[in-house]
Nanobody
Framework: QVQLVESGGELVQAGGSLRLSCAAS????????TGWFRQAPGKEREFVAA???????YYTDSVKGRFTVSRDNARNTVWLQMNSLQPDDAAVYYC???????????????????????WGQGTQVTVSP
């Protein structure tokens, strides 16, 4: 089974940028979907972005145009580049991986938490006004 470790979360001012990383071991990430979710205090965990085995990317509407998910197969790492951060983006960010999947995915599969079998421990992103 794959193990995931997130890093890169920190305090940033509104309008700033961060890049989160999700480093995997045990299995390759390039034969499954890797997703990013976040959970703010008092709120349920929500889908943010994902990248499929084919490299297709998916985003929730609130981050489209600001966040970019990518994968480095050589490093077995998935990145989440976050630009124009706002206080509403503050949360613990989790990466997650599905079981080995078909080459193509769809938004319904990648945005559903039950699709994922492995989760990282999370990394805190704080955005000051």
């Amino acid at each position: 089974q794959v193990q995931l470790v997130e890093s890169g979360g920190e305090l940033v001012q509104a309008g700033g940028s961060l890049r989160l990383s999700c480093a995997a071991s045990g299995r390759t990430l390039n034969d499954r979907v890797t997703g990013w979710f976040r959970q703010a205090p008092g709120k349920e965990r929500e889908f943010v972005a994902a990248i499929s085995r084919s490299g297709e990317t998916y985003y929730t509407d609130s981050v489209k145009g600001r966040f970019t998910v990518s994968r480095d197969n050589a490093r077995n790492t998935v990145w989440l580049q976050m630009n124009s951060l706002q206080p509403d983006d503050a949360a613990v960010y989790y990466c997650a991986a599905t079981p080995r999947t078909a080459f193509f995915a769809n938004i319904y599969y990648v945005s559903r938490q039950s699709s994922y079998e492995t989760w990282g421990q999370g990394t805190q992103v704080t955005v000051s006004p």
